[in-house]
Nanobody, 123 residues
Framework: QVQLAESGGGLAQAGGSLRLSCAASGRTFSSYLMGWFRQAPGKEREFVAAISGSGTSTYWADSVKGRFTISRDNAKNTAYLQMNSLKPEDTAVYYC????????????????WGQGTQVTVSS
């Protein structure tokens, strides 16, 4: 089992940027899929972005494509979500997740989750 800890959330203005980090411990980080999900009040958790263990494959939700970038530094056991051109509708709790060796973006493809970090975007 892997332990995940998100950081970097906070308050931003519309059009601004934030970078989320997810520090992982407990197993070989570079072998496994990492992803970001978010959950807004009253809504179900939704997929944001995913990156393969090697970092060579990535996938984004249409709602964030062109604005958000997922990356990872396997030497630091850390994944990142760079969020640019933020919109009020990006307001949510953001969760990082760790999956298996296969690439995927469904919640079922991930088996460990962080506690989440709040992102609030004001208009």
């Amino acid at each position: 089992q892997v332990q995940l800890a998100e950081s970097g959330g906070g308050l931003a203005q519309a059009g601004g940027s934030l970078r989320l980090s997810c520090a992982a411990s407990g197993r070989t980080f570079s072998s496994y899929l990492m992803g970001w999900f978010r959950q807004a009040p009253g809504k179900e958790r939704e997929f944001v972005a995913a990156i393969s263990g090697s970092g060579t494959s990535t996938y984004w939700a249409d709602s964030v494509k062109g604005r958000f970038t997922i990356s990872r530094d396997n030497a630091k056991n850390t994944a990142y979500l760079q969020m640019n051109s933020l919109k009020p509708e990006d307001t949510a709790v953001y969760y990082c997740a760790n999956g298996g060796v296969a690439f995927g973006w469904r919640p079922a493809d991930f088996d460990s989750w962080g506690q989440g970090t709040q992102v609030t975007v004001s208009s």
